[in-house]
């Protein structure tokens, strides 16, 4: 069983930055994918930012790409979702998650999700 912590959310105003980190508690840590989604407020659950195993390949929703950077350390077992630009439509609840069979973009394909971290955005 992987546990996921997430932090580093927070009130930021608009055109401002946030890195949220998501801890895993698996020795095995590198083995997993890593994803990255947000519910907002009224609104379904979608896809942010996934990476694969070791790093080597990301991908990004288009409402985030070119702001958000996604990045992993696996000696610290730790991802980091670097958010820069912020806009008041990135405010939402953002939920990592780990997918032992690789990276993808559909949020039930993942094993382990943490608990989310809220951020929001003042415009």
């Known amino acids: 069983q992987v546990q996921l912590v997430e932090s580093g959310g927070g009130l930021v105003q608009a055109g401002g930055s946030l890195r949220l980190s998501c801890a895993a508690s698996?020795?095995?840590?590198?083995?997993?994918?890593m994803g990255w989604f947000r519910r907002a407020p009224g609104k379904e659950r979608e896809f942010v930012s996934v990476?694969?195993?070791?790093?080597?390949?990301?991908d990004y929703a288009d409402s985030v790409k070119g702001r958000f950077t996604l990045s992993r350390d696996n000696a610290k077992n730790t991802v980091y979702l670097q958010m820069n630009y912020l806009k008041p439509e990135d405010t939402a609840i953002y939920y990592c998650?780990?997918?032992?069979?690789?990276?993808?973009?559909?949020?039930?394909?993942?094993?382990?999700w943490g608990q989310g971290t809220q951020v929001t955005v003042s415009s």
């Open positions: 998650a780990a997918r032992v069979r690789g990276a993808a973009w559909y949020a039930p394909m993942y094993d382990y």
């Open positions: 990476v694969t195993w070791n790093g080597d390949s990301t």
């Open positions: 698996e020795r095995t840590f590198s083995n997993y994918a």
